[in-house]
């Protein structure tokens, strides 16, 4: 009933709005969007299930609700209004739907009735839950007490004590200080909704599994025969894991008890084990460098009846975002950056060519548009995620044979039916090294060719993360358009979906080809006649608020104003406060104490923007987070304190309680009212 009164109120709002003029996307209206999450295909190919999370303003809460829709789109069906997130952990081939809340796990039938919670017990804490392909065992994680840090677990007699104690490094990771508890993966037998003998697969080991900050389910399965889980571990503690990414597949034999490293010997991340249906074959992605996080990603598969190990990817010059087996294992469905975007490809396994031989891969979608998710497989028909930078995230089916596309979900046509979109064009331009960079230049909806508009240069973070048609709830460009602003977001050096060499040739480069590039984006679009060349801004977070650092030293007054948002100031002091020392380490070329490390001492000294202070003449507002511990706080300080003690116009916008991103409601709405203050008064 609320959903209703939710959609008739705001579309009485919309139709009144818009007798008169059409919505202007506002920071409010940007967070009234849903967004799309949670997809599962039934058993009979004919519904998808999925949750849409939208927001609470006043409240400032989320609430995730689940739908089920036909596969050929059409009416949607409500089938949970309980406030609170639900996570689907299976569709029964009657169409029941088992799902995890409130710390149990509940059943409904496929219209969202019959609610019956199955658990005797709750499962506190639990997550990532999963039931075996025989519907036996169940698998779950939850944090358990392992090193004794903290004073209170350390001494008994002190139960008050709030400190910490440390031997080793990665005391604090993303926004968590360590406090002795690890993720651990459980397993238990199962038998409708009873959870019994539960054990504890990593007892007494100081490792995650999920990966910390960001990892999920995707990390631990069951195997088709459901006699073991495959888990990804990083099997390393304090310096060691803070300065590897060697993560590895453990698989351990649920009768027997015992564990092994089916990735012994392979050096980078391993991560996201997936079988085939029949067993007989588990793929993964996987890294080659040691410390190197954005190396590039190949599919790599193991076939158990021969024993033969083949990297699919190993020849193809780009990097592989996620993957799926199709239904009948005869192909693995991809997803890759490729110019701008993230398009789907296949593998098809039936081609006798040579291993990793890049004549194996067919690229299926093409356009102006991310695939973002690959959902579920059913006949000739794959249903996948895909947003582009005027639309959130949608359910689409993919016909296999021809390429089309149909969009099936419409969580947010109320809006966008009265929204004025964005053009978005591609352009293409010469670095200073006579390289070709495309770049996403995005124009206010009412665009007039014969007006002048102050323009933005986007700087992207990662720093290797590509920049595609990706829909931010943060950066959003189409809310920059829409305040009549033009965005440039050039796919500089560093960004995959160029090539593997475009890829890596930032490493180490920080402050050199990469700002330049940056630089020739502006330079490039301010020769319109459209763009006003006295009205230029520069935005951008995490490497991107590091390079607005750097080219507030170097830009020689082509800007008017500048937003850095959790940026990297002073490299000395960022290597002594950052967490995952591997990313300093191979992006800085290493520590700034040794003094025969050429590249170090060149990215300490020459890409320092701490060091350009005294260049600085340009407002600036800083942007920085009180719980990032990867771009530690001392970063956004002593840039702001650096421009105040200048006599620079310059704004502190502090969010204590935000890490690396901005993920409370008012805070992002706080963010994005701030960000538009500063453009309108400085541009």
């Known amino acids: 009933m609320k959903r209703f009164l939710y959609t008739l109120l705001l579309g009485m709002a919309i139709n009144n709005a818009s007798a008169q003029t059409q919505l202007k996307m506002t920071p ?37 609700k689940l739908y089920s829709i036909p596969v050929t789109g059409g009416e949607v069906t409500t089938l949970t209004n309980e406030p609170g997130s639900k996570q689907v952990i299976k569709v029964e081939a009657d169409g029941r739907i088992i799902y995890f809340a ?22 506190k804490d639990a997550d990532n839950i999963q039931i075996s392909p025989d519907g036996k065992k169940i698998i779950y994680t939850i944090d358990v007490p392992v090193v004794k840090i903290l004073g209170k677990d350390r ?41 019994s003998n539960a054990k504890d697969i990593m007892a007494n080991e100081p490792y995650d599994t999920p990966q910390k900050p960001s990892g999920g389910a995707e990390d631990l399965i069951f195997s088709t025969d459901s006699k073991s889980v495959i888990y990804v571990c990083k099997k390393k503690f304090g310096k060691e894991y803070a300065q590897s990414t060697n993560t590895d597949l453990y698989q351990y034999d649920i009768a027997a008890g015992t564990t092994k490293n089916l990735t012994e010997g392979m050096m980078g991340y391993d991560t996201n084990p997936a079988f085939t249906k029949t067993g007989d074959k588990l793929a993964w992605l996987s890294m080659k460098e040691d410390g190197y996080e954005s190396d590039k990603n190949d599919i790599v598969i193991k076939d ?48 006798r060519l040579a291993p990793g031989s890049p004549q194996a891969i067919k690229q299926l979608t093409k356009g102006q548009f991310d695939i973002n998710g690959i959902v579920a497989q059913s006949g000739n028909t794959l249903f996948v995620q895909r947003a582009d930078l005027n639309h959130a995230t949608e359910l689409y089916s993919l016909n296999l044979n021809d390429g089309g596309m149909k969009q099936i979900s419409t969580i947010n046509k109320e809006i ?140 020689n007054n082509r800007f008017k104003t500048f937003i850095a948002h959790d940026g990297l100031f002073d490299l000395k002091s960022w290597y002594g ?97 701030e960000f538009f203050n500063w453009l309108k008064e400085t541009l």
Not at 312 to 339: C, M
């Open 416 to 555: 966008y039916d009265h929204l004025p979109m964005s053009r978005v064009e591609e352009r293409h331009i010469k670095t200073t090294d006579n390289k070709d960079m495309l770049a996403w230049v995005i124009y206010p909806p009412d665009f007039d060719p014969a007006k002048k508009y102050p323009t933005l240069l986007f700087c992207q973070g990662g720093p290797q993360s590509p920049l595609t048609q990706a829909y931010s709830f943060r950066w959003n460009f189409q809310l920059m358009a829409a305040q009549g602003y033009i965005i440039i977001a050039p796919n500089r050096r560093g960004m995959p979906g160029h090539g593997v060499e475009w890829n890596r040739e930032i490493s180490g480069d920080w402050g050199g080809q990469p700002i330049q590039d940056y630089l020739s984006a502006i330079d490039d679009i301010a020769k319109e006649p459209y763009v006003d060349k006295n009205r230029l801004g520069c935005i951008g977070a995490s490497y991107g608020g590091y390079s607005v650092y750097m080219l507030a030293g170097v830009h």
């Open 577 to 673: 406060t950052t967490e995952e020392l591997w990313f300093a380490n191979k992006d800085m070329g290493g520590n700034y104490w040794d003094k025969d490390n050429k590249v170090a001492q060149n990215s300490y000294a020459k890409f320092n923007p701490s060091n350009l202070v005294d260049k600085w003449n340009t407002p600036i507002m800083v942007i920085q987070g009180g719980k990032d511990y990867r771009v530690p706080i001392e970063q956004g300080l002593g840039a702001f304190q650096a421009a105040q003690l200048k006599g620079i116009k310059s704004k502190l916008l502090y969010l204590p309680d935000e890490n690396h991103w901005v993920l409370k409601p008012q805070n992002a709405l706080v963010w994005q009212r």
């Open 102 to 123: 409130d710390d149990n796990i509940w059943q409904m039938d496929a219209a969202g009735k019959q609610i019956i919670k199955l658990t005797a017990e709750p499962l």
């Open 28 to 64: 409010e209206l940007l967070w009234k969007l849903g967004r799309l999450g949670s997809e599962n295909l039934t058993p009979d190919g004919k519904h998808l299930i999925y949750s849409v999370t939208r927001y609470n303003m006043t409240e400032a809460k989320s609430e995730a």
């Open 304 to 351: 158990f009846k021969t024993g033969n190990k083949v990297n699919l990817t190993e020849q193809w010059d780009e990097t592989v975002s996620s993957f799926r087996f199709s239904d009948d294992g005869s192909r693995i469905f991809f997803i890759a950056p490729k110019n701008g975007t993230e398009q789907l490809f296949q593998i098809d396994l039936r081609l």
């Open 155 to 195: 001494y008994e007699d002190l139960p008050k004590s709030n400190a910490y104690v440390f031997t080793d490094l990665n005391y604090r990771h993303w926004d968590t200080w360590e406090d002795g508890k690890f993720s651990h993966v459980f397993v238990a037998d199962y038998a409708n909704g009873k959870v």
